[in-house]
């Protein structure tokens, strides 16, 4: 079982090195030694986490996402090919995981609509009410999902075009077009806020 609730950290020096290299990790874990793949855990498990929140806007189900994306990863570890970076691979489940968890809710939009409720989104607030984080959240939960992903991949998760690309199975071209369509519609939705967000 994945104790994912938990920090699978070592604190011996001995392995340093390893806990740099995701393939050397995966290398131990298939030879036998399960206590590897705590190490994949701690080292990526907040990299999920964040996707699966600002994918989904939901953080009631953030761990039980997370903790079914570890799970899937330590049953199929044994097929990694090492031909593509490690945390490529994890995103592509987490994507996964999380459409499922969309198809399983029977969303039949892709938008996430933001609650009018809070100081952020009432008329006539002063700006030192307004929770700006969470404004931004709930801006980038509106966008659908093909912009939302390489949004958070590019500027929150600091990926090149060509590792987002990558990891979306798209064109670098298709990615630079998603993400501009997503930054401008975040100018939209956060017009109202600019002087706030300034």
């Not at 399983?104 to 700006?127: A, M």
Request: with cysteine; proline share 3%; charged share 35%.
């Amino acid at each position: 079982m994945v104790d994912f609730s938990e920090k699978n950290r070592s604190d011996s020096n001995e392995s340093t090195n390893l806990d740099d290299d995701d393939f050397a990790i995966i290398r131990v874990f298939i030879d036998g030694d399960e206590n590897a793949f705590g190490k994949l855990v701690h080292k990526h498990k907040e990299k999920v986490r964040n996707l699966v929140f600002l994918t989904l806007g939901d953080t009631e189900f953030i761990d039980d996402i997370s903790q079914d994306v570890f799970i899937n990863v330590y049953h199929k570890l044994g097929e990694f090919r090492f031909e593509s970076k490690f945390t490529t691979w994890l995103y592509r489940i987490t994507i996964n995981k999380c459409r499922d968890y969309l198809r399983k809710k029977r969303v039949r939009s892709i938008f996430v609509p933001i609650k009018d409720e809070g100081p952020e989104f009432s008329g006539g607030t002063h700006s030192e009410n307004i929770d700006i984080p969470r404004l931004v959240r709930s801006a980038i939960e509106k966008l659908p999902e093909k912009l939302k992903i390489p949004l958070i991949l590019r500027d929150i998760d600091g990926l090149s075009y060509n590792e987002i690309a990558e990891k979306l199975e798209c064109e670098v071209g298709t990615v630079k077009s998603r993400i501009f369509r997503a930054r401008e519609s975040l100018k939209i939705i956060l017009a109202p806020y600019q002087k706030e967000l300034l």
